[in-house]
């Protein structure tokens, strides 16, 4: 079975999806039955869509594919012709019931077949409403789908009542084929329920594009006129909103922002109702000219939804739960069970997958948000299952995805597209320049700008130098020589260094004075040219750079070189001798500069000339002499540059 990983980081950037699917299947359907030609501009290429084209085409409508922005479908005016064999919907749910109501104005019988899933799809408030308008309808297999026999007698136009509490597909199917009917229909539904409603509305919309009489009044009830059929137009797919939840999605659990093209927040589309929702749940949702875009908050609150006019969406939503602070529940979604798979158990099953408990009832599901971590995500053939978990992966390391190829229902590109917009862990350090490396010689002004720049950027500051202080503390106090490696070594290794608030901390004690001293500060050069010194001292840096998030401003001696090789800004800070040693003796209330100077002078020797490590400026680094400017001058130059490479 081939397991896709996906990739790990953040999103960023813009992303087009493709045309909407349930739009596509309606304008596909409608413009074969209409008179004369239809272009059908960006309609989704997919396997949904591609059952849809070939059940048509087995019906006499001729559909030209080639041009992927438009397809141009030859309207039968509703003359269709009888299959030379059964017709195979697939997995596609839409295509089983839009083409079952359609087969009804066949002069002749269809036979209608799907896959294994499809068969356990219920279908039979379908048939019924379609047997009450005159058509003939047998079922010829075991369950409650297909395979059927459609065919024989002529429906007609007439008042009817529908279950449509299981699927408003149902309804769509049957107000499609009515404007071809004598007679007007008339549609009511049984305790008046009507799930998905919006869905239904979307179909009466397409119907009108294509010159039908068709409308929702109150009640609900919907009105179709009979015998006015449908005139072939030029229309225009919207992109679609139930693939845009992924991306939005992916942004609001990974704390990334995503910019997606041509949704429109003017559409039908039910799961529009997902970006409210992220909105609620702390995410910034602006819609723009061109289409809408989310950020997602450091941390998610978690929510309580009724869900049912957007099932799509529901799913991608009670994952998203899944990184939310607290208990969420996603309500009145039991036809979230008869999807292409049981959805609610699927979630449930595979949210425990990656670390997450959820509780389902027959038509809700309870989600305990936490820390999501990876694992192997069983897809069940259901392209939304692998899609919504490929974006709990997006935040968290290595999720798999069980047979990933079954995206391409209706969405063939998606891992592609996720993976064109996510930075990856390691990348979003470099591009997003969060790690600032400042490096230079003693009396550069280092620790000023440093404490500074962390100070306007608001990242966390780090000295690392107060890690080789220290450890030139632990050797002193010790008595041990400072030039006696081993003994160094063997004294260092016997503690615990570390770094809070910016005190240093040995074995939980804070030396931040302590290391201040001359006989420290003078030693200091010896025990850190010490490579297994380093060694030790350089992993503590590092795991405290990134249990900051990876983003921190690190000064030092050879942090752009070989503690940070990748950060995203470096700069190297320096001044003219003279000016060092002035500034080190005015901060060390010295009188002898000649000394002070002669001291710097010595140690930078040795910080230079070491073989491990020594300082010197990264190839890539911005050299500051700092010597005629002020601190103030240096910070705004730094800040400014990180600020370019943060956005660019
Ligand atoms: O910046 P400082 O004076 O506090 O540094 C103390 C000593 O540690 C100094 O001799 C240089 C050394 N050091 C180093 O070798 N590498 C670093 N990244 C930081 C400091």
Same mark, same amino acid.
């Given at each position: ?183 007007? @229909? ?89 970006? !409210? ?83 389902? @009832? ?18 069940? !053939? ?89 450890? @030139? ?152 002499? @700092?010597? !005629? ?20």
């Amino acid at each position: 079975m081939t397991v896709y990983e996906v990739r790990y980081g953040r999103v960023a950037g813009s992303l087009e999806i493709p045309g909407s699917r349930s739009v596509t299947n309606r304008a596909l359907l409608i413009a074969s039955l209409a008179h004369g030609p239809s272009s059908l501009l960006r309609p989704l290429e997919a396997e949904d869509t591609a059952v849809m084209r070939s059940c048509l085409r087995a019906l006499g409508v001729e559909i030209a594919d080639g041009d992927p922005e438009a397809w141009i479908v030859e309207g039968s005016g509703g003359l269709l012709s009888v299959p030379d064999a059964p017709l195979n919907v697939g997995a596609s749910g839409t295509t089983a019931r839009f083409i079952t109501a359609v087969s009804a104005l066949v002069p002749g019988r269809v036979v209608i077949d799907g896959s294994p899933r499809m068969r356990l799809r219920p279908i039979t408030d379908l048939i019924a409403a379609l047997r009450d308008l005159g058509a003939e309808i047998d079922i010829l297999g075991e369950g409650e789908g297909p395979p059927l026999a459609v065919g024989g007698q002529t429906p007609a136009g007439r008042s009817i009542t529908m279950d449509a509490t299981r699927s408003s597909q149902y309804v769509s199917a049957v107000a499609m084929i009515a404007p071809l009917l004598d007679g007007d @229909t008339e549609i009511r539904f049984s305790g008046d329920v009507l799930v998905s409603r919006p869905y239904v509305e979307m179909t009466l919309d397409v119907m009108a594009a294509y010159g039908a009489e068709a409308e929702m009044r109150p009640g609900p009830v919907i009105h179709i006129r009979g015998s006015t059929g449908y005139r072939g137009i030029e229309y225009a797919i919207e992109p679609d909103v139930s693939a845009a939840v992924y991306p939005a999605a992916a942004a609001a659990v990974s704390g990334g922002t995503i910019e997606i093209v041509g949704v429109d927040f003017r559409s039908r589309q039910p799961d529009l109702l997902f970006f !409210d929702v992220l909105a609620e749940m702390g995410c910034s949702v602006d819609w723009t000219q061109s289409g809408v875009r989310v950020s997602g908050p450091v941390r998610l609150a978690p929510v309580s939804r009724d869900m049912n006019s957007a099932p799509d969406a529901a799913l991608m939503l009670a994952v998203v739960c899944g990184f939310a602070d607290g208990v969420s529940t996603v309500a009145n979604i039991g036809n979230l069970r008869i999807k292409e798979s049981d959805r609610l158990t699927a979630l449930q099953e595979q949210l425990a997958v990656i670390g997450i408990k959820a509780q389902t @009832t027959a038509d809700s599901i309870t989600v305990e948000g936490g820390s999501p971590h990876g694992g192997e995500i069983a897809t069940y !053939d259901d392209h939304r299952i692998a899609m919504a978990f490929a974006v709990a992966g997006v935040a968290t390391p290595g999720v798999r995805i069980q047979d990933p190829g079954c995206v391409a229902k209706t969405w063939p590109g998606f891992f592609a597209a996720l993976e064109s917009v996510t930075v990856s862990a390691t990348m979003v350090r470099l591009d997003m320049g969060i790690i600032v490396a400042i490096d230079g010689p003693g009396g550069s002004g280092k620790t000023t700008v440093s404490r500074a720049v962390g100070e306007r950027l608001e990242l966390p500051h780090l000295d690392t130098g107060a890690f080789y202080r220290a450890a @030139t503390l632990v050797a002193i106090e010790a008595s041990v020589d400072v030039q006696d490696a081993p003994a160094v070594i063997e004294e260092v290794s016997r503690h615990r260094f570390g770094y809070a608030d910016g005190r240093m901390l040995i074995d939980d004690r804070d030396v931040s004075s302590e290391i201040r001293t001359e006989a420290v500060t003078r030693a200091a050069s010896p025990v850190s040219a010490i490579p297994e010194v380093r060694r030790i001292m350089v992993a503590q840096q590092r795991a405290w750079v990134a249990a900051q998030g990876a983003s921190a401003v690190v000064e030092g001696r050879d942090i752009g070189t070989v503690v940070f090789p990748d950060a995203g800004l470096k700069v190297y800070l320096t001044a003219r001798p003279e000016v060092r040693a002035a500034r080190r003796a005015s901060e060390q209330g010295h009188e002898d500069v000649t000394r002070v100077a002669s001291d710097l002078h010595r140690r930078d020797t040795i910080d230079s000339t070491r073989a491990d490590s020594p300082l010197t400026a990264a190839d890539d680094a911005v050299i500051l002499d @700092t010597s !005629d400017l002020t601190i103030d001058e240096v910070v705004d130059r730094i800040v400014a540059t990180a600020k370019e490479r943060q956005t660019g």
